[in-house]
């Protein structure tokens, strides 16, 4: 009884300890961007984080946006309401899968790089030479990668969005049949710049913040072996997963629930 | 990998993803121009709007030329007070305009259809549609008719 009260008082501190070392980790590296010497640093890291995940986001896109117009044409086409194809279409990637799967696969793509990056940076010690030379790894290691990360991502959904809209074009319209101008008046009559777009963007900035400042923190914090390494890689893509998900549900709840 | 090379790429990044917002703003959204021309408010009564909400279609002959601005209620005399935001400058609307809540199909969302009149007078802005039909409620038409059905 006892050591079981431990253990979950112990289990609990060191959680507790951890989102501290998180924050103070976020805060201290956020801080520090605005100097126009780090911007080739943010670039670069942009580069590796957003501009490489680009293959990935639009073959994806690409793919889910065409299976979304078959799957809505199918059952739709049995009412005769082919023209709301563009509606469902526009309105379930803004608001929900663009945001949500740019964010899960962003989490796999770049996050578990990052973490490794950094976790192997902290395993050879190259953190630690960093800072007797001098030099702020939050700096120049961690801030660049959540800059560059919170930069790229809403880029990534944005793409995604519209590569996605255009794989439902294909699969709706030139393939299928249904008529281009319902769709898109549609799509056009249905969608608030607002409300769908703005509101999804929102989404997708806050998954940047929370799936970059998990991959840093992971690979910052972890313990300097090869097994824990690979554990904080394993972790950084779970716990961003979970997380997306759930923030997704109470950002969904807060911004369209109908309750106020 | 030269920081030339690099430096290009982001560019194109950005620009890619910039392409995309005004592309999602302009085909996906259809932004409406017509929000910053000038509008009018008009009043109208109903007494029942069931169904009906803010922002829901005021339209003419099919064609919309407006939107519900405000629901609110007249509790002594059980009746609803609708605001209506005309698009244009007042004085296309005459002043025996009818107002109607209709439904988009069977089942489809509420709006209301004005009907013109005859006057040679035009409804300014703030004035209120006096003819007005409120919504028919389904419940309501399917009670009179089984109570009809029992005579």
């Known amino acids: 009884m006892e050591r079981m009260l431990r253990q979950v008082g112990a289990d609990t501190l060191s959680w507790l300890q951890g989102l501290g070392r998180a924050t103070v980790m976020w805060i201290r590296a956020a801080y520090r961007v605005p100097k126009p010497s780090d911007w080739m640093l943010v670039i670069r890291q942009v580069y590796s984080i957003g501009v490489l995940s680009m293959a990935i986001i639009v073959l994806s896109a690409f793919a889910i946006g065409s299976v979304i117009a078959l799957q809505f044409y199918t059952q739709l086409a049995r009412f005769g309401a082919e023209d709301a194809v563009g509606v469902g279409l526009a309105l379930v990637l803004l608001r929900e899968l663009g945001p949500v799967v740019t964010a899960l696969l962003f989490a796999g793509r770049a996050g578990s790089a990052i973490t490794a990056e950094i976790g192997l940076m902290k395993t050879t010690e190259q953190l630690s030479i960093m800072e007797m030379m001098g030099v702020d790894p939050l700096r120049r290691i ?22 996605a809209i255009y794989g439902g074009v294909v699969v709706a319209v030139h393939w299928l049949g249904a008529d281009s101008g319902g769709f898109w008046s549609g799509m056009q009559n249905a969608v608030e710049l607002w409300d769908d777009l703005g509101k999804g963007m929102i989404k997708s900035v806050v998954f940047a913040v929370v799936v970059t400042w998990i991959a840093v923190y992971q690979g910052y914090d972890c313990e300097p072996t090869a097994e824990g390494m690979g554990l904080a890689t394993t972790r950084t893509v779970v716990m961003s997963s979970v997380l997306i998900l759930a923030f997704d549900f109470f950002l969904t709840l807060l911004m369209y629930g109908d309750f106020r | 990998m030269r920081m030339r090379t690099i430096e290009i790429s982001v560019g194109a990044f950005v620009l890619a993803g910039m392409l995309a917002a005004v592309f999602l703003v302009v085909q996906v959204s259809g932004i409406n121009v ?9 009043s109208a009564r109903f007494d029942d709007v069931a169904g009906l909400r803010i922002r829901s279609k005021v339209s003419m002959a099919g064609v919309t030329i407006g939107r519900v601005t405000d629901i609110a209620v007249d509790t002594e005399f059980g009746e609803a007070i609708v605001t209506l ?13 009818g107002a109607k809540i209709l439904t988009e199909g069977m089942l489809g969302a509420r709006y209301i259809g004005l009907i013109p009149g005859a006057d040679e007078e035009m409804l300014a802005d703030g004035d209120e549609i006096i003819e007005t039909q409120g919504a028919i409620v389904l419940e309501n038409l399917i009670g009179q008719f089984l109570s009809n059905m029992g005579k």
Request: charged residues 15%; hydrophobic residues 40%; without cysteine.
């Open chain 2, 85 to 97: 935001e005309i698009d244009g400058a007042p004085g296309g609307l005459t002043a025996d305009t």
């Open chain 2, 34 to 42: 017509s929000q910053s021309e000038q509008t009018y408010k008009l």
């Open chain 1, 142 to 163: 961690v801030a660049p990668r959540l800059w560059g990360g919170i930069i790229s991502m809403p880029l990534l959904t944005l793409m995604f969005n519209t590569v």
